[in-house]
Every structure is written in structure tokens, then in C-alpha cells.
């Protein structure tokens, strides 16, 4: 791909997450994270076949997990491997105290208490309701030096 293609689209890497419950998710998503549903499309039995979701310039998809499309053999679920996860996603925002204080609300389980980062911004990590492990900061990798 090309420079010039790449940056005619405003995110080129989308994280893709899987939910027992995408219904609930983007609920929790919408209402603690700030993130808008720009697309669901259900699937049989009150299942997400697939969702966009947009924060800013960013995006996720997600799905209901009981999908068996031909990636489903290569996914797991926080739960099923002990509320473990093998990545993180990271959301640039303005106020990460307020945001801290959404999750907190919201029952999230914080693993990472708000705090001063020595490359700046505040940060804090946690857990969603379905144990997706969440970075949220302040740091901005976009910015100029």
C-alpha cells in the first residue's frame, strides 16, 4: 500500500474483539468509553454478526462470540483463558481522569490506577465487563516531538 493510500483512510489497523454478549458490550462501550456505533448488524439469536464502533479518528469491529465464522477457531475469550488477554487496546483521549471515573462507575475492573506517565499524560488500565484488557491515556503517539 502505498503512503498516499494509507493516509487516505483515517485508521489503516482496526482491532477486532469478540463478546458472549455484543449486545452489552457496545452498550458499555457507547455509554462508558464514548465510542459511537456507526454500524450492527445483528445475527441469528439476539447475536452481533458484526459492529463498527468510532472513537475520533479510530475504530473497532466487534462480534457476538457464539459466531463460527472461519476465524472463530483462532479466537478465545478473556474468560476462557483465565481473564487473560495476549493484547491490549489503546485509546488516545483529552481526559483520562473522566474516563477513569466513567469505568470506575461502570463497575470496570481497574488494573492500573490513574497516574502521571513519565512520556506524558495521564493513563490508567482496565478490564471490561467481559475481561478485554483496555489501555486508556492521555499520550498522544501522533504528536510532533
Not at 462501550?29 to 475520533?56: E, K, S, W
Not at 478473556?78 to 481526559?95: C, F, H, K, M, N
Request: aromatic content about 10%; some cysteine; proline content about 4%.
Amino acid at each position: 500500500m502505498s503512503e498516499t493510500l494509507a493516509k487516505s483512510y483515517k485508521s489503516t489497523i482496526i482491532p477486532a474483539l469478540r463478546y458472549r454478549d455484543a449486545h452489552a458490550a457496545i452498550a458499555w462501550l457507547v455509554r462508558v468509553f464514548g465510542f459511537t456505533a456507526q454500524a450492527v448488524f445483528d445475527g441469528p439469536d439476539n447475536t452481533v454478526a458484526h459492529a463498527q464502533l468510532v472513537l475520533g479518528n479510530g475504530m473497532i469491529m466487534l462480534g457476538s462470540a457464539s459466531n463460527q465464522g472461519e476465524m472463530a477457531k483462532f479466537m478465545v475469550e478473556p474468560g476462557e483463558i483465565g481473564r487473560r488477554s495476549t493484547a491490549s487496546i489503546y485509546l488516545v483521549v483529552e481526559d483520562a481522569a473522566a474516563l477513569y471515573e466513567n469505568a470506575k462507575a461502570a463497575n470496570a475492573e481497574i488494573i492500573g490506577e490513574l497516574r502521571e506517565m513519565d512520556y506524558g499524560g495521564k493513563a490508567f488500565n482496565c478490564l471490561d465487563p467481559e475481561g478485554h484488557l483496555w489501555s486508556i491515556g492521555e499520550y498522544d503517539p501522533w504528536a510532533p516531538a
